[in-house]
């Protein structure tokens, strides 16, 4: 059975206290209300995953991620933080390569690798996103393209280190937008990468990486995607913002 995971990714938002109480509210609301087969994570700013870390109750399945990190170890990279950093206060989830990280910082296939390796070299878990434009997919090249960003930056890995990646699907113009892909439009793709994995590996391999879709999922349409056959759980950006509508979405799972 691949892992559920519903990863909320709160991108630039909240003050600390504001970050203190939505953090409190999912926890709370996780515990009581969504199964613990369901992984959380709650994607923070740097500033707060230490102070969100000491509000979950250890050894559950809720946990705080990070939302990036940099492709070297240490040195002179003013403002970064590195891998080793994240390790030492405990955090395990990372998400790399998200689009807004791709266009505005100009993070390629190459470097995407990179942080991939030094996260797995120090036991974290990377979420990998991919994605592709409206301009690609209106020029039907999607799914070429989403194969070839997971080529670039997770195809060097032996399937030992692959297993440990999770992927999030999330075309860039459905993220933000309000415009979601439609499920079988997330299921087309991922399938594809399902089966770009088993042919780079094996189907063994392939059926074991939980495969996140992103891009406008709502506690109104999440059940519609959860309930496809590759679609193993979301990368959540607006609707982390309300626990309530975290939460609902945590809870779509199909019985
Ligand atoms: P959204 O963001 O849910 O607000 O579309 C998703 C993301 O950027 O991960």
Known sequence: MRKKIIAGNWKMNKT????????????????????????????????????VKKLIPAGGHIFVGAQNCHSEVSGAFTGEVSVPMLRSVG???????????????????????????LLIGYGMTPLFCCGE?????????????VKNQLTESLFHLSAQDFEKIVIAYEPIWAIGTGETATSAQ??????????????????????????????SMKPNNAS???????????????????????????????A
């Open 16 to 51: 600390q206290e504001e970050a203190m109480v939505l953090a409190s509210e999912v926890i709370h609301m996780a515990q009581d209300e969504v199964d613990s087969s369901v992984i959380l994570v709650m994607g923070t700013p740097f500033i707060y995953l230490q102070a």
């Open 224 to 254: 519609e995607l959860l309930a496809e056959a590759d679609v193993d759980g979301g990368l959540i950006g607006g609707a982390s913002l309300i626990a309530r509508d975290f939460i609902d979405i945590a809870k779509s799972y199909p």
């Open 186 to 215: 997330a299921q087309e793709m991922h399938q594809t990468l399902r089966k770009h994995i088993a042919h780079q590996y094996t189907q063994t391999v392939a059926d074991k990486i939980s495969i996140l879709y992103g891009g």
């Open 91 to 117: 955090i395990e989830y990372v998400i790399v390569g998200h689009s807004e990280r791709r266009e505005y910082f100009k993070e390629d296939n190459a470097q995407l690798a990179k942080k991939v390796d």
């Open 133 to 145: 434009s409206l301009e690609i997919r209106k020029a039907g090249n999607h799914l070429d393209f």
